[in-house]
């Protein structure tokens, strides 16, 4: 095992918002991430804030929570001082995740007299050079030293599995496993180390091995990691200096690629990723992250992309290891492989070549005519088709608008069957209303306890009341279009404000959208052209939603219908005000 030296830079999301977009990290803060808190600062916590927490509960406990989006560039690039000044004093450095670093504690150790000099040395530089509260751990590993930074231990030689056999499972970052521990009776990492190593591998799987070699005091690190050949490397000259941080993202991003293919072609992939850059002044840079898992092309670019952005946006402020002026070169180092037997071609040819191809085409238009041209749809959390949907340009990371599942589900007992049958009307179903205060959790509709027995009836709880049943519809209108709804006789058909509708509906009508300013003429041929005046052969609903009522100005009420027509077209229709709405087309 090798001795390690971890440092640890405590809610260093908090410390990040505050070094780049001035959040004073000495009031209540909260960074959410998913609307969970990622992290939060002393004050707040002092107020109850927790990890974990929903940001309802959060803003429940500290009323004047400061709230702040969880932003891993940012964070990234306000650590790039820090590993910069630790350069200063010891090199080696690996970058694990924006807020901890860890190097090898035995050339530090033995030219500044010790491991305890050493680690008062780092952090006492660290203060003076970016004002920055850290602590320091020092393990058998890297695992261990994490665990010691948070103590602020300095763990001595061999002793590194009685210090790990007293610390909680929770200590190895997997709540699923953890709570599953907890109600096996494993509550220390001493207990988990002590079952037999070929059982947690059949009960667990192989992140249940890993970890199980984690609680036993063994690196994380596999010992088949090597240094690559030389010709692994990939490197790209370019034509004028780089001083933005989108264009050398983007470079980033090819250059990736290229690694990415190289290692696959060799059956390999990468654990720890060297990046370099020249200046055209000639200044040499070099940074070292590493990673627990195997680095996939999109999380190489992600680290690139994060370095650079440090790089860059430090040349602007003063202070050592800064370039002095634009990249003209990039270097990628795969400084530690492992054999990937996964990337091994397949009989007719490459595993995955096809979506590999349309990778490159795609970021060949991106190129040509700029991110935004290429996007695609992620879907989140939200109440209607509309919100669920997020367009995110090909290659970023895909992060949902808003939390909650991808797929909606029941929001309390109704029809299951699709659209296209007549299901019983409003009197057959029961009425239910849920709606939601701020940070987007239940506020009424029943007692968590009448949920949990809805929930146990087959109805899944959902994160967002008012959501539509499955299946979602295959269209969603940019602008909806303004309909009539009219029963057997002619007259409109109304929904009261108990959800008692007046009539089933029988016919719809949808007026011809104009070409004007604002309207969107493109979806115009979507809705089938009897649409325009059709009979309805089936409907369910309504499905209420009944939105920000704590704020009578923005408050929003209205329901929700989906229809099918003779001709076997199916909508998805929307009455508000006494005004219907269609807004989405089923295929």
């Known amino acids: 095992m090798t001795r390690s030296l971890l440092l640890w830079c405590p809610d260093w999301p908090v410390l990040a918002a505050e070094i780049v977009d001035g959040v004073p990290a000495t009031g209540p803060v909260a960074v959410l991430h998913a609307n969970r808190v990622l992290a939060c600062s002393e004050q707040a916590r002092a107020e109850g804030v927790r990890r974990g927490l929903r940001r309802r509960e959060a803003q429940r406990r500290c009323p004047g929570l400061t709230v702040v989006a969880h932003d891993p560039g940012r964070d990234a690039r306000a650590f790039e001082p820090v590993v910069a000044a630790i350069e200063e004093v010891a090199v080696g450095v690996e970058v694990i995740r924006p807020g901890a670093c860890a190097l090898p504690a035995r050339g530090p150790s033995r030219y500044l007299g010790g491991e305890e000099a050493a680690a008062e040395r780092i952090v006492e530089h660290v203060a003076q050079s970016c004002a920055v509260e850290s602590q320091v751990g020092v393990a058998d590993g890297v695992f261990a030293a994490g665990l010691a930074a948070r103590q602020g231990r300095i763990v001595p030689p061999g002793e590194t599995p009685e210090f790990l056999a007293a610390q909680p499972v929770e200590a190895l970052g997997r709540p699923a496993l953890a709570d599953l521990l907890r109600r096996l009776g494993v509550r220390t990492l001493g207990d988990f180390a002590a079952l037999p190593a070929g059982d947690v591998l059949a009960r667990f799987g192989f992140d249940g091995a890993l970890a199980h070699r984690l609680a036993a005091g063994r690196d994380d690190r596999p010992l088949a990691a090597r240094r690559p050949p030389v010709d692994l490397t990939v490197t790209t000259d370019l034509d004028e200096p780089i001083e933005r941080v989108d264009v050398a993202a983007f470079a980033a991003r090819t250059l990736a690629e290229r690694l990415h293919e190289r290692l696959a072609g060799h059956g390999l992939a990468c654990t720890r990723l060297g990046i370099e850059a020249v200046t055209a002044h000639g200044q040499e840079l070099h940074r070292v992250w590493r990673h627990d898992g195997l680095l996939s092309a999109a999380a190489i670019a992600d680290r690139v992309r994060w370095q650079l952005d440090g790089w860059l946006t430090g040349a602007r402020r003063a202070g050592p290891a800064r370039p002095t002026a634009g990249i003209i070169r990039l270097r990628l180092v795969p400084d530690g492989v492992l054999a990937q037997a996964g990337l091994q071609p397949g009989l007719w040819g490459e595993i995955g070549a096809e979506r590999e191809r349309a990778h490159r085409a795609l970021s060949r238009v991106q190129g040509l005519l700029g991110p935004e041209a290429v996007v695609t749809a992620v879907l989140g959390g939200g109440r209607s088709p509309a919100d669920q949907t997020r367009l995110v340009p090909w290659g970023d990371e895909r992060l949902p608008a808003r939390p909650g599942p991808a797929e909606p589900g029941r929001s309390w007992p109704g029809p299951a069957e699709p659209v296209g049958r007549s299901w019983p009307g409003p009197d057959a179903r029961p009425a239910v209303t849920e709606a939601t205060g701020p940070g987007d959790g239940p506020a009424r509709g029943g007692s968590a306890?009448?949920?949990?027995?809805?929930?146990?009836?087959?109805?899944?709880?959902?994160?967002?009341?008012?959501?539509?049943?499955?299946?979602?519809?295959?269209?969603?209108?940019?602008?909806?279009?303004?309909?009539?709804?009219?029963?057997?006789?002619?007259?409109?058909?109304?929904?009261?404000?108990?959800?008692?509708?007046?009539?089933?509906?029988?016919?719809?009508?949808?007026?011809?959208?104009?070409?004007?300013?604002?309207?969107?003429?493109?979806?115009?041929?979507?809705?089938?052209?009897?649409?325009?005046?059709?009979?309805?052969?089936?409907?369910?609903?309504?499905?209420?939603?009944?939105?920000?009522?704590?704020?009578?100005?923005?408050?929003?009420?209205?329901?929700?219908?989906?229809?099918?027509?003779?001709?076997?077209?199916?909508?998805?229709?929307?009455?508000?005000?006494?005004?219907?709405?269609?807004?989405?087309?089923?295929?």
Do not use: H, K, M, N
């Open 449 to 587: 306890s009448s949920r949990r027995r809805r929930a146990g009836t087959g109805a899944a709880v959902p994160s967002w009341p008012g959501r539509l049943p499955p299946p979602s519809p295959a269209v969603v209108l940019p602008t909806p279009l303004a309909a009539s709804v009219l029963d057997a006789t002619g007259a409109p058909v109304v929904v009261s404000a108990r959800l008692t509708v007046s009539a089933s509906p029988a016919r719809l009508g949808v007026a011809t959208p104009a070409v004007a300013t604002g309207s969107d003429p493109t979806f115009v041929s979507v809705v089938p052209p009897a649409t325009a005046s059709a009979e309805i052969v089936g409907w369910a609903g309504p499905w209420p939603v009944d939105e920000r009522w704590w704020a009578p100005a923005e408050a929003r009420r209205r329901a929700r219908f989906q229809v099918c027509l003779a001709d076997g077209s199916a909508l998805l229709l929307a009455v508000e005000g006494g005004r219907w709405w269609v807004e989405a087309i089923y295929d």
